[in-house]
C-alpha cells in the first residue's frame, strides 16, 4: 500500500504499557488463549460473549506507549489508515441522511478496560458500540501473519477496516437492530451475528473502493492480500485450524467463501446498497 505519505488521525488513544486490573477468575490458560483467538476473532461486541466474572476495579500504572520500538511503524500505520477510513465514510453516510462520528482507537498491550468489559489480547481487535471505540493490540497482526498465514499491509488495514465497518453499522442503527432481534429469536443469534459481520467485511472493501478511487494508495498484490485475510478468518477454516469438525450452525462470522464473497463486493460496487447481507441473506 502506499501509505506513507498519508494522514495521521488524531483518534488514536495509545493504552499499551499502562498495567489494566485482571478479572479474579480467568482461567484456561495459554491453550484457552489460543482457541479464543481463533474463535473470537474480529468480533464485534465482545461485551456479548466473553463471560461476566467477578473483576478487580481497573488499576493503571504507566504513560502509554509501547516499550517496543519495532511496533511503531504499525502504529504510525493503523493511524493512516484510521484517517483515511475518516475520509471516506462520511460523504456515503451523508448520502443516506446519517451524520458520520469518527471512532477512536484504543492501541493496548495485553488487556484493556472497556465500556464492553475487560478484555484480553486473545478475543483479537474489536468494536464495542458502547464507547464507539476501535480497540487493538498490535501483536495481532504478527498472530495474523504467523498463525493465520495472512501477510502483508493491506490485510492489516483489512483488519482496522472491519472494525470500523461495525461503527458504521451502529452509526446506521443496524447493531440495535440485530441486538433487537437476537433477543426476541435465540435460535437465529448465529445467524443474524454472522450477516452482520459479513456486511462489516463488505464496508470494509467500500473503504477499499474509494480509498482506490480518490486516492489511489493500493498496489499489485493488495487486492490479493485482503482476499486471503478474509479467507483466512472464516468460521470453518478457524475450525478446521483449531482441529475440529466443521458446524456450520455454530459459525458466528461467516464461512470463508462468504467473507471473500462479502469483502469482494464492496470492493468492486463500493455502495451501502450492494452491502444489505440482511436482505440476501447471506
Excluded at 483449531?242 to 468492486?268: D, M, N, Y
Aim: charge should be negative.
Amino acid at each position: 500500500m502506499k501509505w506513507q505519505g498519508g494522514r495521521r488521525s488524531s483518534n488514536i488513544e495509545d493504552r499499551r504499557g499502562m498495567g489494566v486490573g485482571r478479572p479474579l477468575a480467568v482461567g484456561g490458560g495459554a491453550t484457552t488463549l489460543v482457541i479464543a483467538l481463533l474463535v473470537y476473532l474480529l468480533g464485534g461486541d465482545p461485551g456479548e460473549i466473553v463471560s461476566q466474572a467477578p473483576r478487580s476495579p481497573p488499576s493503571q500504572v504507566g504513560t502509554g506507549g509501547s516499550g517496543d520500538p519495532a511496533q511503531e511503524p504499525l502504529a504510525d500505520f493503523v493511524s493512516v489508515i484510521l484517517a483515511d477510513t475518516e475520509d471516506t465514510w462520511p460523504a456515503l453516510l451523508s448520502g443516506v441522511g446519517a451524520t458520520y462520528v469518527e471512532p477512536r482507537l484504543v492501541l493496548f498491550s495485553d488487556a484493556v478496560e472497556s465500556a464492553c468489559g475487560f478484555q484480553e489480547s486473545a478475543v483479537g481487535p474489536f468494536y464495542c458500540p458502547r464507547d464507539q471505540r476501535v480497540y487493538l493490540d498490535l501483536g495481532f497482526f504478527r498472530e495474523l501473519d504467523q498463525r493465520l498465514g495472512a501477510s502483508g499491509d493491506f490485510a492489516q488495514a483489512y483488519v482496522v477496516a472491519h472494525e470500523v465497518g461495525h461503527h458504521v453499522q451502529n452509526l446506521l442503527g443496524t447493531s440495535e437492530r440485530v441486538q433487537e432481534l437476537r433477543g426476541r429469536n435465540r435460535a437465529n443469534a448465529n445467524a443474524l451475528s454472522v450477516l452482520q459481520e459479513l456486511q462489516a467485511d463488505c464496508f470494509a472493501g467500500i473503504w477499499a473502493h474509494h480509498a482506490q478511487q480518490q486516492r489511489q494508495v493500493l498496489e499489485p498484490g493488495d487486492v490479493e492480500e485482503g482476499l486471503n485475510a478474509a479467507s483466512a478468518i472464516g468460521d470453518d477454516t478457524l475450525q478446521r485450524r483449531a482441529g475440529g469438525h466443521v458446524v456450520p450452525e455454530s459459525f458466528t462470522h461467516g464461512s470463508s467463501a462468504q467473507r471473500v464473497f462479502w469483502f469482494r463486493r464492496g470492493l468492486e460496487q463500493g455502495t451501502l446498497e450492494a452491502c444489505d447481507t440482511f436482505r440476501e441473506g447471506r
